[in-house]
């Protein structure tokens, strides 16, 4: 028997050579025209490395955009909600941005490199975007998307590992926090961020010298029982967690179609995210106006009843549906079947309780099943590892 031949339009990363070594199942997706596993070798086990072990993700596909000069954080306070002073060099912060109309476009992270620079990591592309927002300062916009590969790192023994390929002193870095060491001779950049809600790390590296970190990183961790793992491993993951996903949980506002199928960070419990104590930022007004008249949609955490995944399902109240699920997992560690959902205004305040309404498939027998489900206080999942100074040793 040959082994599988595997043709594709889509673009590599550059870890490639080592991802499709290691992606046994070979089950692939597409995430920004690139190639990407959806699993190596068994999504449970995948996941359990991200809660037990060490997982480790190919980041690479993430746009990733240079914004420097004078006005840099001008620029970036005028495009997204929060308040960009805040985040200190070598400081990393979540933020969110909108249009004028209050919708979200994206979300994303702000990594403050140095003074007057910054990198900007986002789900979408975002090009014309940036320089439209550009006009009038005096700013720097660079797509850097191919120039930087980059590494997830995530779970219990993430800086025991990275630790063992010369990052001495990792332990000691505090959550959204960065710092650089050197790896053959380049800068190796990593930052304490992730999407697992987990202890973890993100590695940024010159392409060039991919491959020998991602052998790095598999010889020092085989002993920790290192593993890849791929998007939908992700998935439980970050549900578990809380995090929200672009074009999953809302739809970014550049590539909405019909009307009334966006959302404002205030409809997605991202209310934290926007500062109006700033003078001026994209969608400020219809953001405030918003406030005053009143929310159409509330995003929920719901805690489903029973084993079956509650996704794409509708939520009822009374019977009448007043929301819908955007994501959803059974849960291992939380030991839930956990649910995100968007449900109509006035409805949604922590301990309502609804009906699922999931279609499930087994056997090509489809199944209708109304389970009771309740709406709780934030994610289940909040590991102490996550936020310890200094970061657990094994």
């Not at 992606?23 to 809660?51: H, K, M």
């Not at 020092?220 to 993951?237: N, V």
């Amino acid at each position: 028997m040959s082994a599988a031949e595997r043709k594709t339009m889509l673009l590599t990363t550059p870890f490639h050579s080592r991802v499709e070594q290691y992606c046994e199942l070979n089950d692939w997706g597409a995430w920004q025209g690139y190639t990407t596993p959806n699993s190596y070798f068994d999504v449970e086990l995948e996941y359990f490395a991200i809660r037990s072990t060490a997982g480790v993700l190919d980041l690479s596909p993430m746009n990733k955009y240079r914004i420097s000069g004078p006005d840099a954080e001008a620029f970036l306070n005028r495009l997204v909600t929060r308040d960009v002073s805040k985040i200190g060099v070598d400081r990393v912060g979540y933020t969110v941005w909108c249009n004028d109309a209050g919708e979200l476009m994206d979300d994303g992270t702000i990594f403050h490199l140095a003074e007057n620079d910054y990198r900007l990591c986002s789900y979408m592309r975002a090009d014309e975007w940036l320089e439209w927002n550009a006009l009038g300062f005096d700013v720097s916009i660079t797509n850097e998307s191919d120039d930087i590969a980059a590494l997830a790192v995530q779970g219990p023994v993430s800086c025991t590992i990275l630790t063992l390929i010369g990052c001495e002193g990792l332990n000691e870095l505090k959550p959204f926090g960065i710092a650089r060491f050197d790896f053959e001779g380049v800068e190796m950049m990593v930052s304490r961020t992730g999407f697992t809600g987990d202890l973890g790390y993100e590695v940024w590296i010159d392409p060039s010298k991919a491959e020998a970190l991602w052998d790095a990183l598999f010889e020092k961790g085989r002993d920790y029982l290192i593993k890849p793992i791929g998007s939908h491993a992700l998935h439980m993951a970050r549900i578990e967690a809380g995090f929200l996903q672009a074009k999953v949980d809302f739809v970014p506002a550049e590539i909405a179609v019909r009307p009334g199928r966006t959302r404002t960070p205030l409809e997605m419990g991202l209310d934290w995210q926007v500062d109006f104590n700033k003078p001026l930022f994209n969608g400020r007004a219809a953001l405030l106006k918003q406030k005053e008249e009143g929310l159409r949609y509330r995003f929920v955490l719901l805690d489903v009843e029973g084993n079956k995944p509650a996704e794409h399902s509708f939520i009822l109240k009374n019977g009448k549906q007043v929301g819908i699920v955007t994501s959803a997992a059974w849960c291992p560690t939380a030991k839930s079947n956990l649910a995100f959902a968007q449900v109509e205004m006035p409805h949604g305040e922590v301990g309502d309780e609804f009906v699922a309404e999931i279609y499930y498939q087994r056997e090509l027998q489809w199944t209708r099943l109304m389970a009771p489900c309740k709406v709780i206080d934030g994610p289940l999942l909040n590991p102490q590892r996550k936020r310890q100074i200094p970061a657990p040793a094994h």
